[in-house]
């Protein structure tokens, strides 16, 4: 099946600074998302990215598709910004999405 | 709008009791999916469902789990007779399930401890 995998699996940043976070799957996708679980352990939608580029706020996510990539830009990074950053794509038969073991971020004041 | 409702938000079960985790997915979702997280881990897929039907349970252990989607009514997840090594954050996530838009959505999780 396929496989997600993320890097780096930790992260920490001093308030104010940029960062890119990475995830690689291993075979073609016809959509990928990002996600955020705050410390509180919500799960919040970031991005629904299968191809190109889209910004929301400080964040942007690119997903170049034909290489099996996508990353996650956080700049001027903020200390609610911290948690644990997944990405996920569906399996073949669409039922299910595929987790990567996610980035630990870590911002500081 | 509402976002997918789960119920509890914590659940405590003394093994061998059963736990009962319900979803309520957003308006309009017609297709639910639960997945559990443990500790320090990612996310793992259990099942899938649309009304009534189960399309997906590859996720889901064999044995004293069960999930259902009734037409009317949430989403419940059971787990019969808890150990100690169901104690995990069960999520559950809805998405439209039609279209190229397939973007699913999660609740906020119920948090089972069996002691």
């Known amino acids: 099946g396929i496989q997600v995998e993320q890097s780096p699996p930790d992260l920490i940043l001093q308030e104010g600074a940029n960062s890119t976070l990475r995830c690689n799957f291993s075979?073609?996708?016809?959509?990928l998302q990002w996600f955020h679980q705050n410390p509180w352990g919500q799960l919040i939608n970031l991005f629904y990215?299968?191809?190109g580029t889209k910004q929301n706020g400080r964040l942007s996510a690119t997903t170049v598709a034909t290489e099996r990539y996508s990353l996650l830009y956080i700049s001027s990074s903020q200390t609610t910004d911290s948690g644990v950053y997944f990405c996920?794509?569906?399996?073949?038969?669409?039922?299910?999405?595929?987790f990567g073991k996610g980035t630990t971020l870590s911002v500081s004041s | 709008n509402a976002g997918v409702m789960q119920n509890p938000r914590h659940l405590v079960r003394r093994r061998g009791q059963e736990a009962r985790l319900r979803c309520s997915p957003m308006?309009?979702?017609?297709?639910v999916y639960w997945y559990r997280q443990l500790p320090e881990e990612g996310l793992k897929f259990m099942v899938y469902?649309?009304?009534?039907?189960?399309?997906?349970e590859s996720g889901m252990p064999k044995e004293r789990f069960s999930a259902e989607f009734p037409k009317e009514g949430p989403s419940i997840l059971r787990i019969q007779q808890v150990v100690r090594g169901d104690s995990a954050a069960y999520f559950c996530?809805?998405?439209?399930?039609?279209?190229?838009?397939?973007?699913?959505?999660f609740g906020q999780g119920t948090r089972l401890t069996v002691v």
């Open positions: 996530a809805s998405s439209p399930g039609t279209g190229d838009r397939k973007e699913a959505f």
């Open positions: 075979d073609s996708v016809n959509n």
């Open positions: 990215i299968p191809s």
């Open positions: 996920a794509s569906p399996n073949q038969a669409g039922t299910a999405l595929i």
């Open positions: 308006k309009g979702h017609s297709h």
């Open positions: 469902l649309q009304k009534e039907n189960i399309i997906d």
